[in-house]
């Protein structure tokens, strides 16, 4: 079955640490990977996709699709990060989306 | 653009009593989606639609139906509410489907007692 793990619920780190957000998933095609991030009162929003291997207000992720994951990286959090942070796999060529639990991230200053 | 909207913003409802959530874009998008989101959970796809007259089902779309008449509507109705549809939902689209980014709308906060 496709499935997609993140499995930290609250990730706490202090400002200028690295962060590092864990998604592992579960599929047997070539998945299509993407974080989406929901700042505080705003809408969840597309932070970054796989396939596009690009670099988003810092933050990356690395396709492993040998231990089928894609954590979020970055090497120095701001406190303008914390919100919550989806990662969600598209089973290619269906158009449905699987989405992960989510995990907080908390920036203290 | 005002992008993905939706009405209304919160309803409470009785067990039994049916609504109908609203969800509009205005960026001419042909897939759009409806997912509902649980406290602690991940979103889940109740329903989706990849242009006007086509919807399918998602994960889990017991006690709900969709139409799409419109590119621009994408209507989720709920027949017998039950407290188990006690949720967010949330409506999205996205231009191409396969490897698209999908833009959200505010969410709908349902609450059936």
């Known amino acids: 079955a496709q499935r997609v793990t993140q499995p930290e619920k609250l990730l706490s780190v202090f400002k200028g640490a690295p962060v590092e957000l864990k998604c592992n998933y579960s599929?047997?095609?070539?998945?299509?990977l993407f974080w989406y991030v929901q700042y505080s009162r705003q809408r969840l929003q597309l932070l970054l996709r796989?396939?596009s291997r690009e670099s988003i207000k810092g933050f990356t992720a690395d396709l492993n699709k040998g231990e089928t994951s894609f954590h979020l990286k970055k090497p120095f959090a701001q406190e303008e990060d914390s919100a919550m942070y989806y990662c969600?796999?598209?089973?290619?060529?269906?158009?449905?989306?699987?989405f992960g639990t989510g995990t907080r991230l908390k920036v203290l200053a | 653009n005002a992008g993905v909207t939706q009405t209304p913003k919160f309803r409470i409802l009785k067990i039994g009593q049916s609504m109908t959530l609203q969800c509009a874009q205005d960026?001419?998008?042909?897939?759009m989606y409806w997912y509902r989101q649980d406290p602690g959970m991940g979103l889940k796809l109740i329903y989706y639609?990849?242009?006007?007259?086509?919807?399918d089902k998602g994960e889990v779309p017991n006690g709900y139906n969709v139409s799409r008449s419109t590119t621009e509507d994408f209507p989720l109705r709920l027949e017998l509410a039950a407290p188990s549809q006690t949720s967010v939902y949330f409506c999205?689209?996205?231009?191409?489907?396969?490897?698209?980014?999908?833009?959200f709308g505010p969410g709908t906060r349902l609450t059936v007692l």
């Open positions: 999205a689209s996205s231009p191409g489907g396969a490897e698209d980014e999908q833009f």
């Open positions: 599929y047997s095609g070539s998945p299509e």
């Open positions: 796989h396939i």
């Open positions: 969600a796999l598209e089973a290619s060529g269906t158009y449905k989306y699987i």
């Open positions: 960026m001419n998008h042909n897939y």
């Open positions: 639609s990849v242009g006007a007259g086509i919807t």
